[in-house]
Structures are given as structure tokens and as C-alpha cells.
């Protein structure tokens, strides 16, 4: 049986000493492992979702890979609020209490309105991204881009710098300012009532006060996402309920730090 944690502070408690070092995202992927295998159920359950979804979009774009590039990378910039179900489940968890799918579906089914106009916001970033790469790669590549292959040889291996590289600017430009404005504050209203504005204040806030460790997350959940995605989308049944799970912890430690004050009147 698992210890409760204890309650997290709140403003104006004297907080504990806690540093978040270098090595935080491993603390966080580990402590997230955790939670997938103490309740997996509401995790294999997320992910599949993620890996159907994903696999539906490559059967129906698999021919217009100047397009499906676009979508894969987009839906790293929504799959953060579809897996909002998930923090909660870290937060039963750290109650000694094991949940599934009623306390999921009351959290989507309960018309929070901070939640709802976020994830509108994201999809429509992802929408935006989406467009921009597809015109991007139609009107600069030298040859039409059908296939996975096409894209290897007419835009990441082409010669010279170019569209590859202009690309992986332009997404790193849309994905960084997502980032930071996403990675504390899904977590927080899920926890919290704290406003919206202010929760992406927050979160802002926490990636400035360390980026270098919020890179290294960063690049941490681009990887473990694109390797659920490589291995046939079936990866994302584990790899997309472990990162939301350590962005649980990761939020967490953030305030455990005092880094972050979430408004829990």
C-alpha cells in the first residue's frame, strides 16, 4: 500500500529546502514509471487512445507525408490537455488511492472553463503549425513530398542549408513559448482553481527560473513521444502516461521549491 504524501504547501508556508538539479527529469520519469505501474489501467487506457488516434492519422495521410509531418509534430503541442485525465490520477496517487475512469471522465465531463479555453488555445497553435509546415514543405521542396522517404531525401538530406533546417526552426519557434506556458499549467488547474492567466504566469515563470532543466525535459518528452510514434504508435501506450505522469511530479517539485505558488483559496 502506498504512504500519502504530504499535503502540499500552500502560500505563505514556510517551504522545505528543495533544489531541482540537472538530474530532475530522470526524478521525474522515474517517479512517473511509478505511478504507470502502481494503477496502469488509466494509463494503458490514455495511451491507447493516443495510439489509435495517431495510428487513424497515418493510415488516412500516410500518401501526403508533407502534410502528416506537420500533424505528427502538431500533436505534440495538444497531447499535453488530452492527457490532463492523468494528472489527476497522479494526484489520487499521492493519496494512497488508486482511481480509474470516473474520476477521469468527471474531470472532462466538468466543464472547467480554464481547461476548456487552453485547450482551445493549443489546438489552435497545433492548427497553425499544421498549416505552416504543409505550405512550407509544398512550395520549397524540389520534388513532391508522398512518402516517409521523400521526406528524408527532398528535406532532410537535400543539399545545402535549407527548408530541413528552416523547419526545425520554425517548429522549435511555435513549440518553445507552447512549452513554457503549458508545463506548469495543466497540472496546476487540475489541482488548483488558480485563474488561468495566472497559472500561465506560473509556468512561465518556473521555465525561467531554470531552463536549463526545462530544455532538458523539453527534449526528454519530444524523445520519448517520437519513439512512441516510431515503434508502430503502439509505444505511446507507455511512453505518453509516464511523461504526463512526470510532468505531474515535475509540477510538484516546482512547488515544493516555492518556485511556483498555485492559488489554492
Known amino acids: 500500500m502506498m504512504t500519502p504524501s504530504p499535503p502540499p504547501a500552500v502560500a505563505g508556508d514556510r517551504q ?6 540537472w538530474a530532475a527529469p530522470l526524478r521525474w520519469l522515474r517517479l512517473g514509471w511509478r505511478d504507470y505501474v502502481t494503477n496502469p489501467l488509466p494509463g494503458v487506457l490514455h495511451g491507447g487512445m493516443m495510439a489509435l488516434f495517431g495510428l487513424i492519422l497515418w493510415l488516412a495521410l500516410r500518401d501526403e507525408f508533407w502534410l502528416l509531418a506537420g500533424a505528427f509534430s502538431g500533436f505534440l503541442i495538444i497531447a499535453p490537455v488530452l492527457a490532463s485525465g492523468l494528472y489527476a490520477v497522479s494526484r ?8 480509474c475512469c470516473a474520476e ?21 497553435a497545433g492548427t497553425g503549425w499544421v498549416l505552416t509546415s504543409a505550405a512550407l514543405i509544398t512550395l520549397w521542396a524540389p520534388a513532391p513530398v508522398q512518402r516517409p522517404m521523400d ?22 519557434w511555435l513549440a518553445a513559448p507552447v512549452f513554457a506556458s503549458s508545463v506548469m499549467t495543466l497540472p496546476m488547474l487540475v489541482d488548483t482553481p488558480t485563474p488561468l492567466w495566472h497559472a500561465v504566469g506560473e509556468s512561465w515563470r518556473a521555465v525561467g527560473s531554470h531552463p536549463v532543466v526545462m530544455g532538458v525535459w523539453a527534449v526528454c518528452i519530444v524523445a520519448l513521444v517520437a519513439l512512441g510514434m516510431a515503434l508502430a504508435m503502439v509505444g505511446l501506450v507507455l511512453t505518453v502516461p509516464v511523461v504526463a505522469y512526470a510532468s505531474w511530479h515535475a509540477y510538484r517539485d516546482f512547488e515544493r521549491a516555492g518556485l511556483i505558488r498555485p492559488l489554492r483559496g
Open 16 to 21: 522545505p529546502a528543495f533544489a531541482i538539479g
Open 151 to 172: 521526406f528524408v531525401q527532398h528535406v532532410v538530406l537535400a543539399q545545402g542549408v535549407g527548408l530541413f533546417e528552416v523547419w526545425l526552426l520554425l517548429g522549435a
Open 92 to 99: 489520487y496517487l499521492e493519496r494512497g488511492e488508486k482511481v
Open 104 to 124: 477521469v471522465v468527471r474531470l472532462w465531463s466538468s466543464g472547467d472553463r480554464r481547461l476548456m479555453t487552453f485547450g482551445l488555445l493549443l489546438g489552435l
